[in-house]
């Protein structure tokens, strides 16, 4: 099942289910996503239900599935990026068993083909390429198996991030604000079930083309995290109850052969400039910039639809 919501003026705009072909939809029987997400058990075999998709879907019309939520939790679960960085960087690797995680900015969610406003191309404009998941309501201590009934929906992440200002953020010890705006999400929110066997051990087993500027920049695959997002769930849930619409990010989609796949943020590259050349070659975005993105599985089917938007000056 595919879930998305129509922009109507509101805050949180309009629940619609999505036809398989992605080119109809038909009004949910919840008004908008939260209130799906907090309904989930009671709602599920209604949005289930036979449905006729009577109406023409218009992907500019969407917002975000979710335009804002009560919790924004990411992740960084690839360990090919994080080694990359600490390289670049010339700091130690990160030595822990648990998952890396920070609390980001949740209370706007960019729709999948909105402009983003930057006051300023010297901070460093990125975009970064994710997965994420959104649960219903998972209690305190859930185990990782546990936390695996709890993620209803998979969506797609755009995180932006403005590097000049990430290191100064990193070095107070505190975490990130400035360096972290709101993300973008991808059209369609998706239940699991709607990858079929791309969804394994709690990881989306699909590449993620990135194109910036029309020019194809990565296809890295989502299988290689180093936890799953049941584990980034039951990390999250380890001393607080999670609220139904809570959004787990998986962080920087990587891959280890990042030389053959390419990458899902420019800092990545960089990072490989830096390595091989000496020096960072590729600079950051520009105003006017166009970055895309698409989570593809092996026929080149895009079950969360694309991301599509411009850098402006905000």
Known sequence: MRLATLRDGSKDGRLVTVSPDGLHYSPAPARTMQLALEQWQSIAPDLWADTKF??????????????????????????????LMCQVLGMDP????????????????????????????????????????????????????QAMHHIKLIVQINDWSLRALAGPEMKTGFGWVQAKPPCTMAPFAITPDELGANWRNGRVCLDLN???NGAHFGSANGEPMGHGFHELVAHAARTRDLVPGTVIGSGTVSNANFREVGSSCIAERRGIEVIDLGEAKTSFMKFGDSVR??????????????????????
């Open 54 to 83: 009577e109406e023409p879907l218009d992907v500019s019309a969407l917002s975000a599935p979710l335009p804002r939520a009560w919790q924004w939790l990411d992740g960084s679960a690839f360990q090919s990026h994080g080694d």
């Open 94 to 145: 990160i030595e822990t068993t648990v998952p890396l995680m920070y609390q980001g900015v949740s209370d706007t969610f960019y729709g999948p083909l909105d402009d983003v406003k930057f006051p300023d191309e010297s901070l460093g404009i990125d975009f970064e390429g994710e997965f994420g998941v959104i649960v219903d309501a998972v209690p305190m201590g859930a185990t990782a198996a």
């Open 210 to 212: 990135v194109a910036w």
């Open 293 to 314: 993105m698409e989570g593809v599985d092996a026929q080149g089917r895009a079950p969360f639809g694309t991301i599509a938007q411009r850098v402006v000056r905000g």
